[in-house]
């Protein structure tokens, strides 16, 4: 359960305006799209969001509570690429995150508290589709399942947020259409907040129960002085439909 | 329109041409064949105008040292020779390695993972990595005695700073993606370090390592050649007083071999411990 309230959020690098006065509220367990041109802040936003970058003005909350300035276990992200940990196994990297929190220390978890995490863990694998591959490492795996995991990995941590990044751009049409199914069931089953950039148009529509277009503003004077972007438009929508089981 | 000529036909580039198998060994074996037999040549031809030369000994010289170095006992200390030599010399590198590894691999993900740590000691670092070891040599014979210390702390001076350098830059080429990942997933500090960082940082010690094997080997046959009693490089100092090419030339192969081992071996670990690391998995 997370509401999310962002508040006059500006963004600037030096001279140069990235994103200015964003603002958004949202109720719990949306499911939020963000499409634009590239280069106009979708991603800046998700990773204000991350807690890497932090704005430059305003302020976001979630559940009335100002953002952590780094990234932490309430909100979880899914990149493009690059955020599965290559020297564990496919099980090893979902149970990762349970032994870390649970195990304060160095991170590791044994006996009876192990065996519950990776019952949970492959329960979680088997949910994603991966539960014949626990034993094998990312390099091993397509693209399709890499990103799979990385949901898995990020889902089993049960956080408020969850932020994808592009999550489906390199992966071919087939396996993306699994992906749909698969997120909009996770993000039903365990009541979250997401949001997900994209280019494609279409899968925005279908996916979220809020579309944000994030556009420079072309017109009027502000335009000619090179501003940043923001939101142009806010669209609810009905949400995943019921082709998605 | 241009026509494609039938496979057959197309003469591929010299680039895309790949020796088979058997083409390969002959290859590797040809530069070898070609020094020895530019060896066998030169040595017959200066025995032939002076047998009393040393510079290039006929195989039966060799033969006969080898024998009396590595088979037969020392008449005046009844030791044989090669191997208290070779059980000296890797004694000390093989303190001296692990000693290195383990402070670089400490060192290297330390400022890797520490911005503040970076800040303070990384220009340190840098700087000390520029001082020739060798001439640290006579401080070291000074402050620490003639013993096993000084050669010790010699080769881990000279190899330490080198790993621990390359270990940091291997931390910061860990993609940033991976290390936001685990923090979103509840890493602290520590935990990023054990668990995310240093775990992936052991293969890379293996090649940092094999990479500084050249270099300690220089550092420890230059502190033997200087102050020792015993060891690879004292012998070769040693008998170089009666240009014994005999004995060094077969030392110079012993000490060749033994490094190519010791690159094998850790080659061979970094395989079978770190199955994830290994290109093409």
Redesign the interface.
Known sequence: MAEILVENVWKEFGQQVVLENLNLKLAAHEFVTIVGPSGCGKTTFLRML?G?ETPSRGTIRIDGEPLQA????D???V?Q????????TVLGNVL??L???GN?????LWGARRKAAVRRCEEMLESVGLGAARDK?P??LSGGMQQRL?IA??IV?E?RVLLLDEPFASLDPGVTQDMHELIVRLWRDNRMTVFMTTHHVREAFQLGTRLLVFDRNREGPAAAQGRGATITYQLALKGPKGEYP | MTSLKPAAAVRRRLFNRQPGRGWSIVLAALPFALLVAAYLWGSQTRLAANPDDKLLPAPAAFVAAIHDYAFAEDPRSGDILLWTDTGASLERLGIALAISAALGLGLGVVLGVLPFVRAAFSPLLATVAMIPPLAVLPILFITLGLGELAKIVLIVIGITPVIARDLALRVGEL?A??L?????????T??LA???IL??MWPRLIDALRLSLGAAWLFLIAAEAIASTEGLGYRIFLVRRYLAMDVILPYVAWITALALLMDLALRLLRGWA????EPG?
């Open positions: 991350l890497v780094e990234p932490g276990p909100r979880g992200i990149f690429r690059y955020s599965l940990f290559p020297h564990l990762l995150g032994e870390m929190r304060r220390g160095l991170g590791y490492y390099a091993q990385s990995q990020s941590c956080p | 993609p993606e991976q936001i990942k685990a923090q979103t997933l509840g890493a602290s520590l935990q054990t668990r995310v775990p992936q770190f199955r994830w690391a998995r």
